[in-house]
């Protein structure tokens, strides 16, 4: 049996089918200490760059509950 290739996901990842960013919120955007999200020309919100702190506002904050972020096992 062969590993499993190791496959790094994005720590914040958002459900472009939930996002409203195209209406108006940036509620995700505004609440991020670290700026790493931001408004794609699609008119839905994306990670710009992954140095996510996990501190959770964008998650908690988003209307539409269309964040997730995942918190690496080790620092949960």
């Known amino acids: 049996m062969t590993p499993m290739p190791h496959l790094a996901q994005p720590s914040v990842t958002i459900d472009p089918d939930k996002c409203i960013a ?30 996510c702190w996990y501190c959770l506002p ?3 904050d988003c209307p539409t509950k269309a964040i997730t972020v995942s918190i690496p096992y080790l620092l949960r």
């Open 22 to 51: 195209a209406k108006g919120c940036r509620t995700c955007i505004d609440v991020c200490p670290t700026d790493i999200l931001a408004l794609g020309p699609d008119g839905k919100v994306h990670m710009a760059y992954d140095e």
């Open 58 to 60: 964008c998650q908690h």
